[in-house]
């Protein structure tokens, strides 16, 4: 038995995962016709797992975390464990055939396996296409230099719906994207608003915007510059320290039947320096 493999259906994971001696498994099968643990502290399930959680979040939000996997893998031996943390209490010790996985999949949904040589240990059927495939079908490409802040949070919006992963980051103020959780933070809010959009709302609409400038010297402020000649203005541009503005755009969620959802929300943003807006909030719902 050990060196061959197996496939095995409806393997429940996170509900039936244990750990055993410093190791993680997921339970599969009864005692009475036999166990197997599926080894899940490896990097080919780790690769092939991962590449399933970017299908999810970039084709198919509908696939739930803790949807019954189909696994294909390899049979390492037999071992003794007590698979007590899982939904099935056994209680006990059973036998059972250890194996490690390569490959997972939802019938008629998803497939990703295992890959030594690809950067993230693993893909998704077709992800080397995605760009390919999907780039023609984006209705916005990039965000323009001159975008202002509620054309930057319609833009946000469609990153979202469309799934378009590089322009949801591309809208972010990149210092909020600095730090080893940063992008994983990112990520958990971009996994939150796929749900919002499939489930609650399905189109948004601006309602209002307002401007502050909270550090540096604000040319556009009438009662600042009422008194200054402009060689004055000039003189105090250049020795203030570099301007910071604020934005907050609130925006209305509706629903496939026309109805507004919940309450307006806002959306904080960010300009520094006069460059381009960048949104500052991204965890805030629509």
């Known amino acids: 038995m050990p060196g061959k493999y197996v496939v095995l259906d409806g393997l429940e994971y ?3 995962q244990f750990t055993d001696l410093g190791r993680e498994f997921v339970s599969w099968g009864t005692p009475a016709r036999g166990m197997y643990y599926v080894q899940i502290d490896t990097p080919s399930w780790r690769g092939a797992y991962e590449a399933l959680k970017r299908y999810r ?3 198919d939000t ?35 055939w250890v194996v490690v996985p390569e490959a997972i999949w939802v019938d008629g949904r998803a497939f ?11 893909r998704f059927a077709g992800e080397e296409r995605m760009e390919e495939i999907t780039g023609p079908l984006y209705s ?29 980051l591309d809208c972010i103020d990149p210092k909020r994207l600095q730090g080893p959780r940063a992008r994983s933070l990112a990520m958990y809010h971009w996994d939150w608003h796929q749900v919002r959009f499939r489930d609650f709302y399905v189109h948004t609409t601006v309602e209002k915007v307002e401007k502050t400038m909270v550090k540096g010297y604000d040319a556009g402020n009438d009662l600042e510059s009422f008194f200054l ?23 209305k969620a509706w629903d496939e039947r026309g109805r507004q959802y919940g309450s307006p929300k806002p959306h904080e943003l960010i300009r520094r320096g006069g460059g381009r807006w960048y949104v500052y909030d991204f965890a805030a719902q629509f």
């Open 229 to 251: 000649t402009d060689e004055q203005k000039a003189q105090v541009k250049k020795i203030s320290e570099p301007s910071v503005e604020r934005a907050t755009v609130t925006t």
């Open 57 to 59: 979040r970039l084709v």
């Open 14 to 16: 996170p509900a039936n």
């Open 112 to 122: 990703a396996a295992a890959d030594r040589n690809a950067e993230l240990g693993g």
């Open 62 to 96: 509908g696939l739930a975390e803790g949807t019954p996997l189909s696994v294909a893998g390899r049979v390492e031996g037999a071992e003794l464990a007590v698979p007590e943390a899982g939904r099935k209490r056994f209680g006990g010790a059973f036998w059972g």
């Open 140 to 168: 916005v490409k990039s965000i323009p230099a001159d975008v202002t802040p509620e054309r930057l949070v319609e833009i946000f919006a469609t990153a979202i719906k469309e799934k378009n992963l590089k322009l949801y």
